[in-house]
């Protein structure tokens, strides 16, 4: 199965979350969500009315009342670096997500891991690596990561990421 863009941005931007300090189950939440905003950017966002007032998620994942009202009361903006995604927390986790549904890292795995076939922790050290050549001031810019980091890569690693599942 082919490597894509979407699964190169979303494998740079958890690798990126990473060493900006997420631990490993949000760095998947946010490179997943970050993924999935851009992938909507670029193809138009729908045209809605701004909201009266900011209501909290109805989060669709299956959970106990009781944890989905807890949960729902975590509901923030959570930033890195100068970029700004909406958070919860379950089980003490920060998660990431759009509208009302939570990227979890099952759909990281789902999404992006399982593209990879066997190669995907080769990938991640690879992304891992990359990012960390750059200087932490470029790596919190939303801007400087997109031009920077992943840009110049995008299509390199797609076409390299595609022949580690071939191998």
């Known amino acids: 199965?082919?490597?894509?863009?979407?699964?190169?941005?979303?494998?740079?931007?958890?690798?990126?979350?990473?060493?900006?300090?997420?631990?490993?189950d949000s760095a998947?939440?946010?490179g997943l969500?970050?993924?999935?905003?851009y992938a909507a950017a670029k193809r138009g966002f729908k045209k809605v009315q701004p909201p009266k007032e900011i209501i909290l998620p109805r989060i669709k994942e299956k959970m106990k009342p009781e944890l989905r009202e807890k949960v729902?009361?975590?509901f923030k903006p959570y930033t890195l670096g100068d970029e700004m995604a909406y958070s919860v927390k379950i089980n003490d986790k920060t998660y990431f997500l759009i509208g009302d549904r939570v990227q979890t890292p099952e759909d990281f795995s789902r999404q992006i891991e399982s593209r990879f076939g066997e190669n995907f922790e080769?990938?991640?050290?690879?992304?891992?690596?990359?990012?960390?050549?750059?200087?932490?001031?470029i790596l919190r810019s939303q801007r400087y990561f997109?031009?920077?980091?992943?840009?110049?890569?995008?299509?390199?690693?797609?076409?390299?990421w595609t022949s580690l599942t071939r191998e």
Do not use: H
């Open 122 to 137: 080769q990938a991640w050290e690879e992304a891992v690596n990359y990012c960390r050549k750059y200087d932490e001031g």
């Open 1 to 24: 199965m082919a490597v894509g863009r979407f699964q190169v941005m979303a494998t740079l931007q958890a690798a990126r979350a990473f060493i900006l300090g997420l631990p490993m």
């Open 72 to 74: 729902v009361k975590t």
């Open 146 to 160: 997109y031009e920077m980091v992943y840009k110049p890569v995008r299509d390199k690693l797609a076409k390299q």
């Open 28 to 30: 998947k939440s946010w």
């Open 33 to 37: 969500n970050r993924a999935i905003f």
